[in-house]
């Protein structure tokens, strides 16, 4: 059992990764950001082997007031036993017209986190896939699949939560054209 002193310094080590990532992400209101969280790896634990609902809960005290505050919607990715499914709330899956599936996620089955985000929104749903504008991978939870091309990596002012590294990304335009075509650089 994790304690109240390691869980606040999660809480704060989300906080600041998700500070960090929206810093240079470039999002507009209502874009969704990913998040896929391996509490697992958090605690020092291959992926899957020791889910911790205390430390997902953590994470998302950490992360949600930050994405909330910036007009944003939080896609949380469920582990690969529930296929990398999202959970979202019903009028964010409705709003970009992504159909739910039947699933409700599990520490287990699903992840801690992804379990941790059903419990907290008002009316969460799964669905299959997102197109994200901005992600953050905390322990190697494979989010690539649910952000928009072209993904940019962002460099994060912390590496890890807990013990797990964390990754973020970005999104832009892809560029198109060639050695002659003038880009727009507000949007690079």
């Given at each position: 059992m994790a304690t109240e002193v390691f869980l606040s310094k999660i809480e704060q080590q989300?906080?600041?990764?998700?500070?960090?990532?929206?810093?240079?992400?470039?999002?507009?209101?209502?874009?969704?950001?990913?998040?896929?969280?391996?509490?697992?790896?958090?605690?020092?634990?291959?992926i899957g082997t020791a889910s911790s609902p205390e430390t997902a809960q953590a994470v998302l005290r950490g992360i949600l007031p930050v994405i909330k505050a910036h007009e944003l919607e939080l896609a949380a990715q469920c582990c690969e036993h529930l296929n990398r499914a999202l959970i979202v709330e019903q009028d964010t899956a409705e709003r970009f017209?992504?159909?739910?599936?039947?699933?409700?996620?599990?520490?287990?089955?699903?992840?801690?986190?992804?379990?941790?985000?059903?419990?907290?929104?008002?009316?969460?749903?799964?669905v299959e896939f997102v197109r994200a504008s901005a992600g953050l991978d905390i322990g190697g939870t494979l989010i690539g699949m649910h952000l928009k091309h072209v993904a940019v990596p962002v460099r994060l002012s912390c590496k890890q939560i807990g013990e797990a590294i964390?990754?973020?990304?970005?999104?832009?335009?892809?560029?198109?054209?060639?050695?002659?075509?003038?880009?727009d650089a507000a949007l690079q």
């Open positions: 989300a906080r600041e990764a998700m500070e960090s990532l929206l810093a240079q992400a470039k999002c507009k209101p209502y874009d969704l950001v990913v998040v896929g969280c391996s509490s697992s790896e958090i605690l020092g634990s291959k017209g992504y159909g739910p599936v039947n699933v409700i996620p599990a520490p287990k089955a699903g992840g801690s986190f992804a379990t941790a985000v059903w419990e907290t929104f008002s009316h969460p749903v799964a964390i990754l973020a990304a970005r999104v832009r335009p892809k560029f198109v054209g060639g050695s002659r075509a003038v880009y």
